[in-house]
Nanobody
């Protein structure tokens, strides 16, 4: 019914860059804060970044600050995650999801239970 489609993942060398996209399927992104999450093999899913519905506020986990940038283009119904200076520890499946409440902030990020409409994920592999 309401779901994201993530794309843009792939294999990249350490220090390289990737830009992930999150496209809405069956709904409009404008109303929602959007979170990016990732899950590496054998590890729990963790929050990477969040952007408010209007795009005026962004949040990042400490390990990606200064390297990743989240943005959104509501006119195109897309959310992006620009990833620079990638490290092997960034290797994971990356997901996007909406905050459950419309027009809500990122204050409940990275609580997984506060987000819904998860996409299928896109694989990011950082390896030499």
């Amino acid at each position: 019914q309401l779901q994201f489609v993530e794309s843009g993942g792939g294999l990249v060398q350490p220090g390289g860059s990737l830009r992930l996209s999150c496209a809405a399927s069956g709904f409009t992104l404008n109303y929602y804060a959007i979170g990016w999450f990732r899950q590496a093999p054998g590890k729990e899913r963790e929050g990477v970044s969040c952007i408010s519905s209007g795009g005026g506020s962004t949040t990042y986990t400490d390990s990606v600050k200064g390297r990743f940038t989240i943005s959104r283009d509501n006119a195109k119904n897309l959310v992006y995650l620009q990833m620079n200076s990638l490290k092997p520890e960034d290797t994971a499946v990356y997901y996007c999801a909406t905050e459950r409440q419309k027009w809500y902030s990122c204050s409940r990020w990275p609580s997984l239970s506060s987000y819904t409409n998860w996409g299928q994920g896109t694989q990011v592999t950082v390896s030499a």
